[in-house]
C-alpha cells in the first residue's frame, strides 16, 4: 500500500486531503528513543505526547457511558480516530487545527508513521456499527497500538500489520460494540504486549440509564495472575526501559 497522509482540520470537519510525505530524518530519531507521556482523557481517549508530537486519539462527546467525564478538550498536532461514533469521533471543539486521521490506511506525520488497521466495530460482520480503525505507531521509543472499539477477533492479516506492540490499548467493557472481558483476554493473547492499557470500561462517569459496559473489575478477575499496575495519576511516564517483558495491566485514575 502506498504510503500517504489522509488529514483534514478538525475545525473543518471530515474532509480528506492527499498531503505529501512529512518529516525529516531529526524527527524520526526523535521519535524513535526517549520517552512517552500518556494522559488518560476518559473511556478510550489518550493523549500521547513523545519527540516533541502531541496526539490525541478518540475524544468523544459526553454522552451514554461518558455522560460525566470531563470533555478532552486539549491541544495536540494530530487526532487519530477509530470510528465517526460520538465516543470515539468526536472531534468539533478541539483548540487550534489539529490535523485528522480517520480512515485505515499507511500515513506519516512528523516523522512518524502510522498504521490504520480496519477492523469490525461489531459481531456482525460491520452491518451494525461499521468499520472500526485500530492505529499503530511508534513515539518517544515505544511501539503503540490502539485498538479502539474493535469487536471481532484479530485475524492472522490483521495481527502481522498489528505486531507486537509495547503497549496495547485494549476496550474490555464489552456491550454491542467492543470487546468484551473474554474477547479482550484473547485479544491479550494474540497480540502478547508487554503492556496492558484497559479501555471503554464501566466507571462513575456513565450514565447508569444507557451504557451497556462492564466495569473494569470484571476483565481483572478473569486476569487472575496478571501484574496489575495502579497509577494514581491521569498521567504515566513508558520508556523502553520500565516495560514488563512479561506483560503486566496498567490501570490509570481519572482526573476530573
Given at each position: 500500500?502506498?504510503?500517504?497522509?489522509?488529514i483534514?482540520?478538525a475545525?473543518?470537519?471530515l474532509?480528506?486531503a492527499?498531503v505529501?510525505?512529512?518529516?525529516?530524518?531529526?524527527?524520526?530519531?526523535?521519535?524513535?528513543?526517549g520517552?512517552?507521556?500518556?494522559q488518560?482523557l476518559?473511556?478510550?481517549?489518550?493523549?500521547?505526547?513523545?519527540?516533541?508530537?502531541?496526539?490525541?486519539?478518540n475524544?468523544f462527546?459526553?454522552?451514554?457511558?461518558?455522560?460525566k467525564?470531563r470533555?478532552p478538550?486539549v491541544?495536540?498536532d494530530?487526532?487519530l480516530?477509530s470510528?465517526?461514533?460520538?465516543?470515539e469521533?468526536a472531534?468539533?471543539?478541539l483548540?487550534?487545527n489539529p490535523?485528522l486521521i480517520?480512515?485505515p490506511g499507511?500515513?506519516?506525520f512528523q516523522?512518524?508513521?502510522?498504521?490504520g488497521?480496519?477492523?469490525d466495530?461489531?459481531r456482525?460482520g460491520?452491518?451494525?456499527?461499521g468499520i472500526n480503525?485500530?492505529?499503530?505507531?511508534?513515539?518517544g521509543?515505544?511501539?503503540?497500538?490502539?485498538?479502539?472499539?474493535?469487536a471481532?477477533?484479530?485475524?492472522?492479516?490483521q495481527k502481522i500489520l498489528?505486531g507486537?506492540p509495547?503497549?496495547?490499548f485494549i476496550?474490555?467493557?464489552?456491550?454491542?460494540?467492543?470487546?468484551?472481558?473474554q474477547?479482550a483476554?484473547?485479544?491479550?493473547?494474540?497480540?502478547?504486549?508487554k503492556?496492558?492499557i484497559p479501555?471503554?470500561?464501566?466507571?462513575?462517569?456513565?450514565d447508569?440509564?444507557?451504557?451497556?459496559?462492564?466495569?473494569?473489575d470484571?476483565?481483572?478477575?478473569?486476569?487472575?495472575g496478571?501484574?496489575?499496575?495502579?497509577?494514581?495519576?491521569?498521567?504515566?511516564a513508558?520508556?523502553?526501559?520500565?516495560?514488563?517483558e512479561?506483560?503486566?495491566?496498567?490501570?490509570?485514575?481519572y482526573k476530573?
Amino acid at each position: 500500500m502506498k504510503r500517504r497522509q489522509l488529514i483534514s482540520y478538525a475545525g473543518a470537519g471530515l474532509v480528506t486531503a492527499l498531503v505529501t510525505e512529512l518529516g525529516s530524518h531529526l524527527q524520526a530519531n526523535a521519535q524513535s528513543s526517549g520517552s512517552l507521556s500518556v494522559q488518560w482523557l476518559g473511556h478510550s481517549c489518550f493523549l500521547f505526547t513523545g519527540g516533541g508530537t502531541k496526539i490525541i486519539v478518540n475524544p468523544f462527546r459526553a454522552i451514554g457511558c461518558t455522560a460525566k467525564y470531563r470533555p478532552p478538550k486539549v491541544t495536540a498536532d494530530l487526532v487519530l480516530i477509530s470510528s465517526q461514533l460520538l465516543d470515539e469521533g468526536a472531534v468539533e471543539g478541539l483548540p487550534g487545527n489539529p490535523k485528522l486521521i480517520y480512515e485505515p490506511g499507511v500515513y506519516e506525520f512528523q516523522g512518524i508513521k502510522f498504521q490504520g488497521i480496519a477492523i469490525d466495530h461489531d459481531r456482525k460482520g460491520g452491518k451494525q456499527f461499521g468499520i472500526n480503525t485500530a492505529w499503530g505507531w511508534k513515539q518517544g521509543g515505544i511501539s503503540i497500538l490502539h485498538l479502539g472499539g474493535a469487536a471481532a477477533p484479530i485475524s492472522i492479516e490483521q495481527k502481522i500489520l498489528m505486531g507486537r506492540p509495547d503497549v496495547a490499548f485494549i476496550p474490555v467493557g464489552g456491550g454491542a460494540k467492543a470487546y468484551n472481558p473474554q474477547e479482550a483476554k484473547q485479544a491479550v493473547q494474540v497480540l502478547n504486549p508487554k503492556l496492558i492499557i484497559p479501555t471503554q470500561y464501566r466507571t462513575e462517569a456513565a450514565d447508569t440509564a444507557t451504557c451497556d459496559i462492564s466495569p473494569l473489575d470484571d476483565f481483572l478477575t478473569l486476569m487472575q495472575g496478571v501484574n496489575v499496575r495502579r497509577n494514581n495519576s491521569d498521567t504515566l511516564a513508558i520508556s523502553s526501559g520500565n516495560l514488563p517483558e512479561n506483560g503486566a495491566i496498567q490501570v490509570f485514575s481519572y482526573k476530573s
